[in-house]
């Protein structure tokens, strides 16, 4: 399983951008998707995820501004990034958890990582 992750780029503060990530390869059934985020001299947090049925959860700090959701028919998931500060410059890492069958568990897939800058 291969994770392709797009549209990062430079906003200014206040601004908007759209994170996509594709999954493609082998693939039986994606469970959870989501997205984390690593700022430079930080760790990595997780910011985002979205089960297979499309319950969400979010951490604190984007929440009411960043929305995940993703298209099972196309193994892509979003991540709509509304009101961007400063503070959310970071490379931002999509995440697929994926089960080869009915009876194997999870394994966790990466993304290469998209970088967001927010200028202030």
């Known amino acids: 399983v291969q994770l392709q992750a797009s549209g990062g780029g430079l906003v200014q503060a206040g601004g908007s951008l759209r994170l996509s990530c594709a999954a493609s390869?082998?693939?039986?059934?994606?469970?959870?998707m989501g997205w984390y985020r690593q700022a430079p001299g930080k760790q990595r947090e997780l910011i985002a995820t979205?089960?297979?049925?499309?319950?969400?959860n979010y951490e604190d700090s984007v929440k009411g501004r960043f929305t995940i959701s993703r298209d099972n028919a196309k193994n892509t998931v979003y991540l709509q990034m509304n009101s961007l500060k400063p503070e959310d410059t970071a490379v931002y890492y999509c995440l697929a958890d994926h089960s080869a069958s009915t009876l194997s568990g999870s394994i966790r897939y990466w993304g290469q990582g998209t970088l967001v800058t927010v200028s202030s």
């Open positions: 390869g082998s693939i039986f059934r994606i469970n959870h």
């Open positions: 979205i089960t297979n049925g499309g319950s969400t």
